[in-house]
Nanobody, 124 residues
Framework: QVQLVESGGGLVQAGGSLRLSCAAS????????MGWFRQRPGKEREFVAA????????YYADSVKGRFTITRDNAKNTVYLQMNSMQPEDTAVYYC?????????????????WGQGTQVTVSS
């Protein structure tokens, strides 16, 4: 069992920055990778970024590459998402997720555990 708690969401103007955090607890030794997803009303949950827990390889959606950075702190069992140059289309509920097996990183149904989500709103 892995518990995930997101924090850091809020309101920011276009061009501004936010940093999201996701603290993991429980059976974290089984974690293979962690990722960030986002979801807008009426839309499917979409991939934002992912990072391998061992090695630190990162993956990004084309829409955020160059603006967002995913990092991890293994000692704290925490993953971060630094969001810069934010745009109104970045507005969504952001979810932290963890998976215990290898495979693809961009599909929500491949992840085992999910946080409750944190709202991010970008105003123009």
């Amino acid at each position: 069992q892995v518990q995930l708690v997101e924090s850091g969401g809020g309101l920011v103007q276009a061009g501004g920055s936010l940093r999201l955090s996701c603290a993991a607890s429980g059976r974290t030794f089984s974690t293979y990778a962690m990722g960030w997803f986002r979801q807008r009303p009426g839309k499917e949950r979409e991939f934002v970024a992912a990072i391998r827990w061992s090695g630190g390889s990162t993956y990004y959606a084309d829409s955020v590459k160059g603006r967002f950075t995913i990092t991890r702190d293994n000692a704290k069992n925490t993953v971060y998402l630094q969001m810069n140059s934010m745009q109104p289309e970045d507005t969504a509920v952001y979810y932290c997720a963890a998976r215990s097996n290898s495979g693809t990183y961009a599909y929500p149904n491949e992840y085992n555990y999910w946080g409750q989500g944190t709202q991010v709103t970008v105003s123009s």
